[in-house]
């Protein structure tokens, strides 16, 4: 009896019932998967669910309004930043819905880390399209899957602003959109949404509930004192929505760089501010009625 | 060429399939095993000797075969398996002891493969979908094992500087799932049950145990220096795996989650160690497309590798554990492989 002859089936050792082994094809290709739910979290079938629910919202409500649509780009990344308002957010489904219907293509709105660790609404954002913004997951939507992704520059300081600071766009951080979209070697599509602010406004804010809350501001909203504070948080005022997409600005650097040049970012991200500002204010001259436009 | 391979944690499931995995390939002489137990699957030439949790023998071993390559599997990644303590022994003083004895003066090791955990990322709310190989992890460790093998893997680091002339692999696996391995999340599928932290559905990643075990050979053989993940396509919601698997959901609440999984812990109704709570949050995604660049090809996507479990786990449930068990015998192991009575075919 030689050691060297004994047949050990390395696969699964000693096994008295042998399984099938898959063929070599099968094992490539078989991918049994059950929900349509994707990397990014999102799943279509949800995805259809709340485009169903809100479209009325949309239509009727915010009644919203598009200019320079042409400015987007059919296909290929692209970073789309706009000013953020309301204190549960309302511009972010209107830009994001609005985009899809007219344009038909997905938008992937990148949101605060906060929303992914709240129980059930972090799951459900995610379902139906938001990604955590971080810089990798931004990159790989822009540079390798050539995706429309959202972000709003602002922050939770644009949400988080009382109505007496409406329509002031705060810092756009450190800039860290526009090297992104360097990175990604992507056009900035600049969208200046008018509406928001009156939709939910901020009257008062409790800094000692937030900070108890671990919550970035804790609102008292106009809704709440006329719906009550359980309604005031679900209904949003009808004001109307108007959005202008301004024209994309391309940064002539080259892509996939280590680094880029802070003072650059900084110049670019002001310049792109500056230009979003004017075009807000431009929009607010021409505003005859905030619930008619 | 002819080979001399060490390989690390003999004894443990990933130590015994890569030996019989070299045993296969005839351009490796000579593959000895070192373990604190003995190997719990048959092997055919590899030779076993015992060591102690921190490998202080390891040095000697290493100068008196002259292995020309190290495979160091024995890195504990399940913190349920032992005490914090031992784990630490093993994993940080173990590696220390090992890259002591591979970088001594005149030493015979040209290469060096070292199989540590995607669990060095972390699970947080902060991650990205997808962590590249250079990604750091998002918040500091707070698990025992996590620390172990951040560890682990800075000295490595230090020792591929100061040592150009060896090619240091590091693997880092996902959540593995197959056959046979057992794991904390092996354990509740099989047993029907998955804890859910309510209001999460986690996006996870798996690699399936044949994949770890080629993924190990491949760079062995191919001498790919570098980090590399190692992960199935695809990432699959965890109520899907249960789904799959054919397991009940059982509910964790969101909030003071540790409290209640403290007496479940305890009470070995299931085993949920913290660094598995966090993955039930938030999940963890990692790229694998780099080592699929080096050229090595995955049998099972994610989700295929958590049906193949599951069709295992059925199995098992029907007909019981299929596999006769194995014991080492020293005298019956050193007969074959000694015994001038036995016949050896040449390789």
Sequence with gaps: MAAGNRVVDVRRPGALIPLPLPSAED?????????????????????????????????????AEWEGL??????????????????????APV?????????????YGLADYIFKAM?????????????????????????????????????????????????????????????????????????????AEESMPILLKSNALAKLMNIPYFPITANMLLFGPLLGTLVYLPAKFKLRVLDPVLFDVPPNQERYS??????????????????LYEMLRTRRSVWFG | MSRRVLVTGL?????????????????????????????????????????????????????????????????????????????HEINVIGTMNLLAAASAADTSVRQLVVKSSSLVYGSSYLDPVWFREEVGRSRPPRTRVERSLLEVEGYLRDFADDNPHVVVTLLRFANVLGTDIVTPISTWLDRGLAP???????????????????????????????TYNVAGDGRLPWSEVAAISGARTVPLPPVLTGLVAGPINRFGILDLPPEVLDLLRYGRGVDNRRLKEAGFDYRYTSAGAVE???????????????????????DVEAFFRHSPAVTRTPQ
């Design chain 1, 27 to 63: 094992r490539r290709l078989r991918d049994p998967r059950r929900s349509d739910v994707d990397e990014w979290g999102r799943s279509e079938h949800m995805r259809s669910l709340a485009r169903t629910l809100y479209g009325p919202l949309y239509r009727n409500w915010f009644r």
């Design chain 1, 95 to 107: 830009i994001m819905h609005g985009i899809e219907e007219e344009l038909g293509r997905p938008v």
């Design chain 2, 11 to 87: 004894g443990t499931f990933w130590g015994g399939r890569m030996a019989q995995a070299l045993e296969r390939d005839p351009d490796i002489d000579i593959i000895v095993g070192l373990d604190t137990t003995e190997p719990t699957i048959p092997l055919e030439r590899t030779e076993y000797v015992r060591a102690d949790q921190s490998y202080s023998i390891l040095a000697r071993i290493v100068k008196a075969t002259q292995v020309d390559t190290i495979v160091h599997t024995f890195l504990v990644v399940d913190s349920t398996r032992m005490s914090g303590r031992s784990l």
């Design chain 2, 196 to 226: 859910a932290i309510l209001g999460f559905d986690p996006l996870l990643q798996f690699v399936e145990e044949d994949d770890v075990v080629r993924a190990l050979e491949f760079v062995a053989t191919n001498q790919v220096p570098g």
């Design chain 1, 119 to 195: 129980p059930v609404v972090g799951t459900l954002w995610s379902r139906v399209g938001g990604v955590p913004a971080h810089p990798e997951n931004a990159y790989r939507l822009l540079r390798e899957q050539g995706e429309l992704v959202l972000v709003f520059p602002e922050g939770s300081k644009g949400p988080g602003k009382t109505y007496a600071e409406r329509y002031r766009l705060s810092r756009f951080g450190r800039g860290g959109f526009v090297e992104i979209a360097m990175r990604a070697g992507v056009p900035v599509v600049p969208i200046a949404v008018v509406g």
């Design chain 1, 262 to 279: 802070k003072s650059r970012i900084m110049d670019e991200a002001e310049s792109i501010r500056v230009s979003l500002q004017e075009t």
């Design chain 2, 308 to 330: 193949n479990f599951a069709r295992a786990s059925r199995l098992r449930h029907t007909v019981g554990d299929s596999r006769p068990g194995y014991r080492y015998e020293r």
């Design chain 1, 70 to 91: 042409e400015n987007i780009p059919r296909e290929g990344g692209a970073l789309l930043v706009a000013n953020h308002a309301a204190a549960i957010p309302s511009d």
